[in-house]
């Protein structure tokens, strides 16, 4: 497993290169191209890593946060934790995913652990994604036909194919089929569909369905050091309505992305089955 893993980030740090000339060529030609790309000595952070998952909209319907009744408090700063209790009562929410919500609620009231998808080592999905590995650096590869986005954590990847159209039925996924654009010379836009209904879309176990659909608008903010990113949902069969939220990362000097391995490190963060950890039952080489 780590030999592979290994190979992965080879071929990574290759294609940082080949990420950087396009940006380069970009410039040269007037070309409008952000430049996302990371380099062999930056990456981007978020600087949300123990606030609520996401920044909600200024006015709209947003994210779920938390119940007020039970704020949540993170581990540290010498006060004792309180894991996420999802506010219910966001009218965003189905009668069902509140049902299925409020069970994952009483599990934590219980002194359970919540399920988070890093700690229990499969894929965040869209746009849990861009909370997954809190205090993980997120690193970008711009080449013609693709933006590949790499999170440290696991090394989770998501492909954006540029300039073309979704499929006409893509095969569900765990990150779904994602298709982006540039505008405005400092916005990259990336729309997704396609996803399976294995994830959830925050650390409040927020559920969707394969109706999910996702928008992202990448944008350089603060000559480039800061990268805002905001995102509308829309699901008929979870939500009520469409909604939106952001999330913000800032570029860090933290050096070439390295192997965080997450199911080889640890067990099940529950030790109980109930989320149980990805488990090959064969070799796959």
């Known amino acids: 497993m780590r030999s592979r893993i290994s ?21 040269k030609t007037g070309a409008a191209i952000p430049n996302f790309a990371s380099t062999s000595t930056t990456a981007w952070t978020t600087n949300r890593p123990t ?7 200024a006015s709209g319907p947003g994210p779920v946060m938390s119940d007020p009744a039970h ?4 581990n540290g700063g010498g006060r004792q934790p309180t894991y996420r209790v999802a506010d219910l009562t966001n009218p965003i929410l189905k009668p069902w995913a509140i049902e299925q919500m409020k069970k994952a609620n009483d599990e934590v009231l219980a002194g359970k652990t919540p399920f ?3 700690s229990s080592c499969v894929p965040g999905g869209v746009p849990n994604f861009l909370i997954y590995g809190r205090l993980e650096p997120v690193y970008f590869v711009q080449t013609k036909n693709e933006v590949a986005i790499l999170n440290q954590a696991d090394a989770q990847t998501r492909h954006v194919y540029m300039n073309m159209p979704h499929s006409a039925h893509p095969a569900l996924s765990w990150y779904g089929e994602s298709v982006g654009h540039y505008e405005g010379g400092d916005t990259l836009v990336v729309d997704t569909i396609g996803q399976n209904d294995k994830t959830f879309v925050d650390d409040y176990r927020t559920p969707h369905t394969a109706q999910l659909h996702v928008v992202e608008r990448y944008k350089l903010t603060e000559g480039g050091k800061t990268l805002q990113v905001s995102f509308t949902i829309e699901d008929p069969g979870a939500y009520n309505m469409p909604w939106s939220g952001m999330q913000i990362y800032h570029r860090t000097k933290l050096g070439p992305i390295t192997e965080a391995v997450c199911a080889e490190n640890h067990g099940s963060m529950f030790n109980d089955k109930i989320h149980p950890m990805p488990t090959a039952e064969k070799p796959d080489f």
């Open 7 to 27: 190979a992965k980030l080879c071929v990574f740090a290759a294609a940082l290169c080949a990420g950087t000339a396009l940006a380069a060529d970009g410039a």
């Open 51 to 57: 606030m609520d998952d996401f920044i909600p909209p």
């Open 116 to 118: 988070r998808a890093r």
């Open 71 to 74: 704020p949540y408090v993170p």
